[in-house]
Structures are given as structure tokens and as C-alpha cells.
């Protein structure tokens, strides 16, 4: 089973950021989050991933509370082609990570 | 940009059938996976490859189910025979030691 939890659905304007929230409370210490996405009928993208400290790439920032239990991904600037499911994984790093899928959410960002 | 190739996008086939997917991921990339998703949920893991060697396939249904990987390179999934409720998007991905998974289009299986 998916050891996150994440909202079903959310809405966001186009030009406003995304917050997409997710929990992990049971990660454990070397465990990542990692974040990807999936537009319609397309491979899984990946985003972002960190471990405690906060991250920020070219596509979204990552922001991980203190204990851990619980991550938001943003998007800053959020347009009509980021619609898609997004998914919040937790998982150990390297050759034997093994990333478990659950529902993710799936966002509209609408004009 | 390096891509995982998958083939054949689409496929349509008749249960009882064979059907057999074929993935060529990015060179160097020594972890292959092969997917399995249904509409509407997430991906499921069916098979992990480090090189040649399977190191995890506890959720691949072995009775009808084969995958394999020679060389260390490409890989090929089978089902034999196909059932109704093998239709699904087959994906597969590859990653290195110090790069995150990358999955190709996939392989969307229609069983009739």
C-alpha cells in the first residue's frame, strides 16, 4: 500500500500557484519524497524529490515540514499544460528504490 | 534528450491470445521496471531489473506473466494467455544510481 496520502482533486487558476499537499507520516529517516506527474495517457514525469531540506528545480519547489510527516509541491506560476495527476511518493534513494503508487491528485488548472 | 522507447503504443488483442511489449531504456541505466496501470490508479510495480537479474517481481502474476531482460539492456514483458482484466497501460522505466526513473509512453493493451 501507498504510504501517502494526498487530496483527490484540486482546482487552481492559470498565472496562480499550485499548492498540492501531501502526508507521510510514517516516512522513515532515509526515506525520500519524490513527486511526479502524469498528463493524459503519457508516461509519469518526474518533478522534484528531497529528503528534509526544502528543493527548488526549473519546474516546482518541494517545501518538507520539520518532522517530516508532510510535504507541499508548488508550482508557481501554474498554466493550462500542467493539468495532470500528480503523485507524492515516499522511498529509500538508489538502485533499490521502489516507488509505490497511490491515487495522487489529479489538478485542473483552468483558464 | 535520452528517452525509454517503449513498442508497440497500442495494442489490441483477442483473449487467449499471446502478446509480448517490448523496452529499450536509457543507455547506461542499469534499473529497468516494468508497470503495470489500470485506468483511474496508480501505477503497479510488476518487475524490477538491476542489469540481467530480477531483484523483485512478488507482484507479477508468473502463471501468464514472463519478463526478461538478456543482456542488461532491453526488455520484453509477455502475457500468455491474455485475459480481459490484463487490459491496462504497461509502462516501463528505467534510472541509474544517481538519476530519478524515467518511463516511456507506455504500451495501452486492449483485450477483446
Known amino acids: 500500500d501507498a504510504k501517502t496520502t494526498q487530496p483527490t482533486s484540486m482546482d487552481c487558476a492559470e498565472g496562480r500557484a499550485a499548492n498540492l499537499p501531501c502526508n507521510h507520516s510514517?516516512?522513515?529517516?532515509?526515506?525520500?519524497v519524490y513527486w511526479y506527474r502524469q498528463i493524459h495517457s503519457q508516461g509519469p514525469q518526474y518533478i522534484i524529490h528531497?529528503?528534509?531540506?526544502?528543493e527548488t528545480n526549473e519546474m516546482a519547489s518541494l517545501i518538507i515540514t520539520e518532522d517530516r510527516k508532510s510535504s507541499t509541491l508548488i508550482l508557481p506560476h501554474a498554466t493550462l499544460r500542467d493539468t495532470a495527476v500528480y503523485y507524492c511518493?515516499?522511498?529509500?534513494?538508489?538502485?533499490?528504490?521502489?516507488?509505490?503508487w497511490g491515487l495522487g491528485t489529479s489538478l485542473a488548472v483552468n483558464p | 534528450e535520452a528517452e525509454v522507447a517503449q513498442s508497440p503504443r497500442y495494442k489490441i488483442t483477442e483473449k487467449s491470445q499471446a502478446v509480448a511489449f517490448w523496452c529499450d531504456p536509457i543507455?547506461?541505466?542499469?534499473?529497468l521496471y516494468w508497470y503495470r496501470q489500470i485506468l483511474g490508479q496508480g501505477p503497479e510495480l510488476l518487475v524490477q531489473f538491476q542489469d540481467e537479474s530480477v531483484v523483485d517481481d512478488s507482484q507479477l502474476p508468473k502463471d501468464r506473466f514472463s519478463a526478461e531482460r538478456l543482456k542488461g539492456v532491453d526488455s520484453t514483458l509477455k502475457i500468455q494467455p491474455a485475459e480481459l482484466g490484463d487490459s491496462a497501460m504497461y509502462l516501463c522505466?528505467?534510472?541509474?544510481?544517481?538519476?530519478?526513473?524515467?518511463f516511456g509512453q507506455g504500451t495501452r493493451l486492449t483485450v477483446v
Open positions: 510514517t516516512i522513515s529517516g532515509n526515506e525520500y
Open positions: 543507455s547506461g541505466h542499469a534499473t
Open positions: 522505466a528505467s534510472s541509474s544510481t544517481w538519476t530519478e526513473a524515467f
Open positions: 511518493i515516499v522511498s529509500n534513494a538508489g538502485n533499490n528504490r521502489k516507488l509505490i
Open positions: 528531497g529528503l528534509k531540506n526544502n
